[in-house]
């Protein structure tokens, strides 16, 4: 049995002119435990809105999505936060920390709506992840006392410290320079193999796409596969994606247009609003505030 399945699913939106843009089209995809799927696409291609159908936040106008063989759609609001709070971690490029408080704080956010022992003991298991992605010594940091790459590492044990089934990873280098942006995929991939879940990486580089067993092309709200592993398969995924001819020697080296400008720049802390810190586990009455930073994620 898949884990999230979709089925001809298509994202639509009515503009103020009347007319309809169409954001995604009959997508098919199924993903089971232990999976990694990496989709590649170009800014404003529907990335995100893809990540939000299979992580529960959004419906789709068309088609219908399925989280380990029961149909989302048919699901009532508590129950759908209650299923996507236990079983859904996200992680965001802009790593969404909650400014001014201490990286542990931050990564037990989301057992603040567990219940009985989880609760109780939301501290030190939120710790004992911290200590898991490195981060150890600065529990007691907060998110301006912490590099790019360590507070990626905090987003990333906030995502996963109710251990989630599904781990959906929206450009999760797009931040950080080459060097650390290997090591956070190391450490995504490390630890979702450990929890046997499955790992969506959404990205425009194809380095990280190559990190993933299988991979998928979105273009024009369209979604197919293609194998980063075949022979010359770069340079041809780099080709359509970029609409250029690409050179064969160039296959190795070719990353596409949208990569960061100054790869060295430390980020900038995110001061996002405390209501993003962990969305995938807020009970039904915060979903408004919810809904409107994961979207514009």
Do not use: C
Request: glycine share 8%; charged share 25%.
């Amino acid at each position: 049995m898949s884990l999230v399945r979709l089925e001809g699913v298509a994202k639509h939106v009515i503009l103020p002119d009347d007319s309809r843009l169409d954001i995604l089209r009959d997508i098919d995809l199924a993903i089971a435990a232990g999976d990694h799927v990496a989709i590649v696409g170009r800014s404003g291609s529907g990335k995100s809105t893809l990540l939000n159908l299979m992580g529960m936040l959004d419906r789709p106008s068309d088609g219908a999505v399925w989280f380990r063989g029961e149909p989302v759609r048919k699901m009532r609001a508590g129950k759908l936060d209650k299923l996507r709070g236990r079983n859904v971690g996200f992680v965001f490029q802009q790593f969404n920390l909650l400014a001014g408080r201490t990286a542990l704080e931050n990564v037990a956010m989301p057992l603040g709506y567990a219940s009985g022992r989880a609760f109780w003991n939301r501290n030190r298991t939120a710790a004992a992840m911290l200590e898991r992605v490195g981060l150890g010594h600065r529990i007691e940091s907060t998110p301006e006392q912490l590099s790019g790459g360590e507070q990626q590492r905090v987003a990333i044990a906030r995502a996963l410290v109710r251990r989630p089934a599904l781990i959906l990873a929206d450009e999760p280098t797009g931040a950080l320079d080459v060097e650390t942006g290997g090591s956070v995929m190391e450490l995504l991939d490390e630890i979702a193999s450990e929890a046997e879940a499955a790992l969506v990486t959404i990205t425009h580089d194809l380095h990280v796409a190559a990190r993933a067993r299988r991979h998928y092309r979105l273009e024009a709200g369209v979604l197919t596969p293609f194998d980063l592993t075949a022979p010359d398969a770069g340079a041809a995924a780099a080709a359509a994606y970029d609409r250029v001819e690409l050179a064969p020697e160039l296959a190795e080296s070719v990353a596409p247009a949208e990569s960061m400008e100054d790869p060295d720049a430390a980020p900038q802390p995110d001061g996002a609003p405390e209501a993003a810190a962990s969305l995938s586990d807020a009970p039904a009455g915060d979903r408004a505030t919810e809904d409107t930073v994961e979207v514009a994620s």
